[in-house]
């Protein structure tokens, strides 16, 4: 049995700042693989971009990281949200 600290979750994540028209997608689609995370990244309408992913709290905490380090000064603000893992995933990619 997974212990809390190991338990697999969904974190949404949306980026507001200069996200859209920068490569923050494909950046955030290469980081992705360098953990070990399923999920996506999309263009929201309003400007923003949300990335979905599911992993491990703290492999997800390291990816966060990851993405504001490669696309340092173009985010601006980050809002986070939890929520139990669907498992629908088979892998992180861009989605349109």
């Given at each position: 049995m997974a212990s809390a600290d190991t338990?697999?979750?969904r974190r949404t994540m949306y980026f507001?700042?200069?996200v859209q028209g920068v490569g923050f997608?494909?950046?955030v689609e290469h980081v992705s693989g360098k953990f070990r995370v399923t999920?996506?990244?999309?263009?929201?309408r309003d400007g923003r971009v949300e990335v979905m992913a599911e992993?491990?709290?703290d492999e997800?905490?390291?990816f966060r990281?990851?993405?504001e380090h490669a696309m340092h000064g173009h985010i601006d603000r980050v809002e986070i949200s939890d929520s139990p893992a669907t498992g629908e995933f088979p892998a992180f990619r861009?989605?349109?």
């Amino acid at each position: 049995m997974a212990s809390a600290d190991t338990a697999v979750i969904r974190r949404t994540m949306y980026f507001s700042g200069l996200v859209q028209g920068v490569g923050f997608r494909w950046t955030v689609e290469h980081v992705s693989g360098k953990f070990r995370v399923t999920g996506h990244v999309r263009n929201l309408r309003d400007g923003r971009v949300e990335v979905m992913a599911e992993g491990e709290a703290d492999e997800l905490d390291r990816f966060r990281r990851s993405i504001e380090h490669a696309m340092h000064g173009h985010i601006d603000r980050v809002e986070i949200s939890d929520s139990p893992a669907t498992g629908e995933f088979p892998a992180f990619r861009i989605a349109f």
